[in-house]
């Protein structure tokens, strides 16, 4: 069962997704994953996930058998589906959805060991790619109104198997932060009439000081409020709202930037787990103030806790234009 | 160095509290505690914290020395600190405020291994009368808007060490968390004019099925849009907004009903981290809505990841309603 519910204070949805039990436990602490056991994201094992929807395939390959380079199933536990109804019936100061929706994971390899970071330009490319491919297919259902890419790179980082992958949800809301930057880019232009991540953009390169890397298409930074020691955003240059309608020049950009960063990243921290996530403007009719797509690139240092749950803030212990500089510096 | 820094579109507070240093690393993941190793909270180790603001003792005991029941100690490490100077010049697109605050450690206990559920019920009240009292002290000064209490149980709910332990941070803004309850309230007020948090407590008393338990002071609630399985909301039923005006009965029937939840939580998950937060009022003048304090609770069961970082939502595998019907019927 699937049911998204809001608070009524704080504004927020939870999107509920459960088999009712006598005894439910949710999510244990940590998946445990072994490493010799089975993968059903290798080749050969198509059989255990869901058909795919999308594959890039050898010519002549049959669907849901080998021969791919990519695959996208859905997820075989969904937070959302396209089938829920509408459920129960308190209304009051209460308000629910019911759980519609989709998810669905890319397997971003055939390959078990192979990190995206590791794979050549053209074959990360490939990935953004079908991530603009489903979105533009999640579009076409008018009860979407958003999708969240997010890749959960290592088991600290939230990933329940190792191989290779990422996941995309689209979601019948717009999700809390992105209403947040929307009405925070709406602020800003009513207030000068100009795109705030274009703003920032010109102010960081005019300034340098938190820029990391940039190349014709995209500026790779370090934000200057920072959430998570050694965060970075890669914002193409560009002023575009909506990820779904990049061209493939940009993606081929955002995939050599990608590789980029997470090198420096890599070499700086030593292949640390990181989160990676699309911030992308919703679906529907143009937003009503300029929003500018970009990726946020979060290493996985420590953990939320009481203060971060209990105040919204995040404590950071690296100022950005420190970690710019360690990462502009790195071998 | 501490510097509070705003993110332009998201309107995000974010804390700096950092040594400058050539490799700034930031937290590494999941402290390492080691059970042996010495312990600072101890008693006998009090010259390894800084001098106690506050504490309960034995009559005629030192301050800073053995003897005491319950010590607060500025952090060590404090995310804010009460001699911040301005810092820095970049304006434009940016807001940045010095680091003022106050950020303490309530040691809840001289015993090594004993934690606050397992305390007697008058012990617990003391901590929570302690937090009550710097809470009194943090207001009277004119630069600390609202203060967060919050405990970390348990290194997977971020507690760097085991010796029981909370914390209290002073802050010079109001949390983005409370701001928008604040809102939210103000909403409410304005379509219902009444206490959203009353009319949260007068439609599940009136309904049941998300109530875990309740006394004549306190009710605790599954909340309807738990973010968190088996997450769980202490709350005052006589309506209050501020925490540090509440009196010593209700502080000792707090006490009772968390070492109730506290028990309950324990028998069903076996012992879970959790972690606990309060929310109360702002410092200063009333609030232009009626707020109204509570504590939530949360046992960790899981991380956040990219999804709940990029949507800013949190998907739940377990309804409040089956999570309070588990915690009702524990032995």
Redesign the interface.
Known sequence: ?R?L??????????????E???????????HIVEPDSFCPFCEGAEASTPSESFALREEGSAPDGPGWRLRVVPNKFP?LSGEERPSGN?T???QRLPGVGRHEVIIETPEHDRSLADMPEARIAEVFGAVRGRMREYRKDERIRCA?????HGQ????SLPHSHS?L?G?PVV????A??L???A??YRQRGRC??C??IE?ELS?GQRVIERDEVFVALA????????EAWLVPTRHEARFDDTDDAVILALAGMFKQIAARLNR??DD??Y?????TAPFGPAPPAPYHWHI?L?P????????E???????????PE??AR?LREAP
Chains 1, 2 share one sequence.
């Open positions: 069962m049911e519910r809001r608070d009524p204070v704080a504004d927020r949805w939870v999107i509920f997704s459960a009712r039990a006598d005894r439910p436990m949710g999510a244990i602490t940590e937070a308190e009051d100061i209460y969240q890419f997010f890749k959960n600290a980082a939230g990933a996941q949800i979601m999700s809390k932060l992105l947040e930057e009405e925070g880019a602020r800003h705030v991540f703003d920032i102010f300034h934000p200057f409020a920072s959430r998570f020691p050694y700086t921290l640390p787990p989160n990676l996530m699309l911030h946020e979060m996985v240092m420590g953990r939320a806790a009481g203060f749950w209990g105040a919204g803030f995040h404590i950071n212990s690296v100022f420190d970690a360690v």
